[in-house]
T-cell receptor, first 111, second 117 residues
Framework: KNEVEQSPQNLTAQEGEFITINCSYS?????LHWLQQHPGGGIVSLFM???GKKKHGRLIATINIQEKHSSLHITASHPRDSAVYIC?????????????FGKGTKLSVKP | EAQVTQNPRYLITVTGKKLTVTCSQN?????MSWYRQDPGLGLRQIYY???????DKGDVPEGYKVSRKEKRNFPLILESPSPNQTSLYFC????????????????FGPGTRLLVL
């Protein structure tokens, strides 16, 4: 049983479209990460958030701890945004070091 | 340059031959962690360390050992590798600030691709 669910699993968009990727979790989360994995395999952290909303360039992440849901939005999508996006939660009340991952959303942005 | 390094990047080995994958960070981070990534299963946590001499199991620790004798290094040891440990391995580190431990921004190494025959 995967305690962190992402949707959709795969997403194809046209350049310029607004994109939303969702992350829902069944356990209490005290912090949530959004990660980007490039086609070459490298992983970078996009956001870490425990409440509200964060914005970085064309990327926006929101979280609602009570509803156990987070979203990652990409405005004016571009082919270079093509990657796998992964959410990961830090268990609330659990071990400080434990992270639970979603299986990822593969995004492809066509020119 | 702030970074997490892993060595080797690629490794082919045979069943039962002990191996070590090294991980080193130059950011003075307290928290370090190892993950494996497999198709269809995503990333899973193997072990993590909150600080020097403090390690704990993640979700898939069987068949692995770790040690944290120095703050900068966190090697992953496979005492007797088996084919089911063929995977892509990532090391990551973060400051233990804010919500602490895994709540800090994670910095990932480049990955180690392991094939066990």
């Amino acid at each position: 049983k995967n305690e962190v669910e992402q949707s959709p699993q795969n997403l194809t968009a046209q350049e310029g479209e607004f994109i939303t990727i969702n992350c829902s979790y069944s356990v209490g989360i005290s912090a949530l990460h959004w990660l980007q994995q490039h086609p070459g395999g490298g992983i970078v952290s996009l956001f870490m958030l425990s409440s509200g909303k964060k914005k970085h360039g064309r990327l926006i992440a929101t979280i609602n701890i009570q509803e156990k849901h987070s979203s990652l939005h990409i405005t004016a999508s571009h082919p270079r945004d093509s990657a796998v996006y992964i959410c990961a939660g830090k268990n609330y009340g659990g071990s400080q070091g434990n992270l639970i991952f979603g299986k990822g959303t593969k995004l492809s942005v066509k020119p | 340059e702030a970074q997490v390094t892993q060595n080797p990047r690629y490794l082919i080995t045979v069943t039962g031959k002990k191996l070590t994958v090294t991980c080193s960070q130059n950011m003075n981070h307290e928290y370090m962690s190892w993950y494996r990534q497999d198709p269809g299963l995503g990333l899973r946590q193997i072990y993590y360390s909150m600080n020097v001499e403090v390690t704990d199991k993640g979700d898939v620790p069987e068949g692995y050992k770790v040690s944290r004798k120095e703050k900068r290094n966190f090697p992953l040891i496979l005492e007797s590798p088996s084919p089911n440990q063929t995977s892509l391995y990532f090391c990551a580190s973060s400051l233990s600030s804010g919500t602490g431990g895994a709540g800090g921004t994670q910095y990932f190494g480049p990955g180690t691709r392991l094939l066990v025959l």
